[in-house]
């Protein structure tokens, strides 16, 4: 599963998510991966974290507390 949303205020920007099994290894947990490119490129973000999906609600629901 991946999406990219463009990224207000730029002309290029995007905004990629996507699910990533096993990232760091055989046996590491599967998470969310969310990339910042200014420049449009969806496989090599200037920005990314990784949010572990055992805290994907608790984060969903801490960003729409902040809209």
Do not use: Q, R
């Amino acid at each position: 599963m991946s999406k990219t949303i463009g990224l207000s205020g730029t002309k290029n920007g995007v905004i990629s998510i996507k699910k990533i099994n096993e990232p760091y290894g055989p046996g590491s947990g599967t998470v969310a991966s969310i990339g910042i490119s200014l420049s449009g490129e969806t496989e090599n973000p200037e920005w990314k974290v990784h949010i572990p999906l055992d805290n994907l609600d608790e984060v969903i629901k801490a960003l729409s507390e902040l809209k």
